[in-house]
């Protein structure tokens, strides 16, 4: 006896609210914001904050000296209005960085300012150019228990000279970001403005439990290429009630390129998404992959307002990637403005080298996209999978979107819709079992308890 459409339904978002509180306590965790028992200001090693001395080497003389307070509670650096001018320096455990209101990091523009390191070992090359990259303006390498913060003080990239050698092909190295973190736990960025990063603003890789809220990022329409936050092999993320505008994809999760992030095997999963304003002339509001070789799973995603954008949500990836991208909870995405609504594109994206395996083919399932509003839309979606490997399991509810093209691109994909405008294609109109199985929606995966510990 067939199920009735409705009750299928009922059941399937019962076990998504279900499955969505364990990703939700990733973001109500209550942090400990008390103050440390130390604290030292930038002023004391003889930082000058005009805008045009160079504080590199008073940023890393504070962190060398509070690093001895690493086993006693920890400690803060206190940096005051002014603008700090300052080349590429690394974090330490058990520290807080507080930006007071009026307070600049600015990023020089001197690329010998910066230090130049290996490429990640899951992309195996630089991502821009081959070979080494450029290290990021504020870095964390292996620490624990750090807290980024402020009363809205502001990071500035000064990014143009960056974009202009990227665009003329000067550069020597890829661009470097704001803020990475790498093989790190317990990471909290809040209440904090990033205007005109090089590249990626906030890096996260290899890292867990990282909470970013309550941030403001910006850069010029015209900025190639440059990115919001990127969770990047990475688990038990929070990113919530900030507002991300540029150039390139707001939000992008990420999990390594082709045979490098497939030997190294580590996905980004157990994440949350929520509250956002987003907008990208030229990429998405938020998108998964292209670069997903090591997997990306388990991700709710629920109130994002995206506007005046390219696409707003897509799913990338292409032949030699691997991995997967499964069990994927959108709902409550208001749309105005974008030129595709949602994009899941089997044939994006390029390769680090020619050493990728070609039979290395990625599997996208498991996709709920719910309760979608939008106008000014030109196309609903463009679903395009792999011949050898569909996308499966590809499921709308209550998706109503006012476009001035009613069709939908469809090709090698497969699921269900119900109560979606404009009509769906007829790929996503099959039975909506396909959207519960193995006991859940999401095929069975048990998704981890993991909870800050802070």
Request: charge should be negative; glycine fraction near 10%; proline fraction near 5%.
């Amino acid at each position: 006896m067939k199920m009735p459409v409705a009750l299928v339904w009922l059941l399937a978002f019962t076990n998504l609210l279900i499955r969505g509180e364990s990703n939700n306590a990733i973001c109500k965790k209550t942090f400990n914001l008390d103050p440390r028992p130390h604290s030292v200001s930038i002023l004391e090693f003889g930082a000058v904050g005009d805008g045009k001395t160079l504080n590199t080497l008073a940023f890393q003389n504070a962190i060398f000296y509070l690093k001895s307070f690493a086993d006693k509670g920890g400690a803060q650096l206190y940096v005051p209005p002014g603008k700090w001018l300052t080349g590429s320096f690394n974090l330490t455990s058990h520290l807080t960085l507080f930006l007071e209101k009026g307070a600049t990091i600015l990023a020089s523009s001197d690329p010998s300012h910066w230090d130049i390191v290996s490429p990640l070992p899951s992309y195996g090359r630089g991502v821009e150019l081959p070979g080494k990259r450029y290290r990021s303006l504020i870095n964390g390498d292996n620490l624990l228990d750090v807290v980024i913060t402020g009363d809205n003080g502001t990071f500035d990239g000064q990014g143009a000279a960056w974009w202009e050698w990227l665009e003329s092909g000067t550069l020597n190295y890829s661009r470097p970001h704001i803020i990475e973190f790498v093989s790190s736990k317990h990471i909290l960025i809040s209440n904090l403005t990033f205007l005109n990063a090089p590249s990626v603003n906030i890096h996260p890789v290899y890292c867990s439990q990282v909470h970013i809220r309550k941030v403001l990022i910006e850069t010029s329409v015209d900025s190639p290429y440059v990115l919001g936050v990127v969770p990047d092999s990475s688990d038990n993320v929070c990113v919530e009630d900030s507002t991300i505008n540029v150039g390139h994809d707001a939000i992008s999760l990420k999990s390594g390129w082709d045979q490098y992030g497939i030997n190294y095997g580590r996905p980004t999963t157990t994440v949350h998404i929520r509250n956002l304003s987003l907008k990208s002339p030229t990429g998405a509001g938020i998108s998964f992959g292209s670069e997903m070789s090591g997997g990306i799973s388990d991700v709710t995603v629920e109130l994002l307002s995206i506007r005046s954008s390219h696409v707003g949500v897509a799913f990338r990836t292409t032949r030699g990637r691997g991995g997967y991208i499964r069990n994927i909870t959108i709902s409550g995405v208001d749309f105005s403005g974008v030129e595709t609504a949602i994009v899941a594109d089997g044939h994006t994206g390029s390769h680090p080298d020619d050493k990728f395996d070609r039979d290395a083919i990625p599997v996208v399932t498991h996709i709920v996209m719910r309760n979608f509003t939008g106008e000014g839309i030109g196309l609903a979606g463009n679903f395009s999978g792999i011949g050898e490997s569909p996308f499966t399991s590809i499921c709308l509810a209550d998706v109503h979107l006012k476009t001035s093209s009613e069709s939908w691109i469809c090709s090698n994909v497969s699921g269900f819709s119900d109560d979606v405008s404009p009509e769906p294609c007829e790929e996503l109109t099959s039975s909506p079992s396909s959207c519960f199985a193995g006991g859940s929606i999401y095929g069975g995966d048990t998704v981890a308890q993991s909870y800050y510990t802070w």
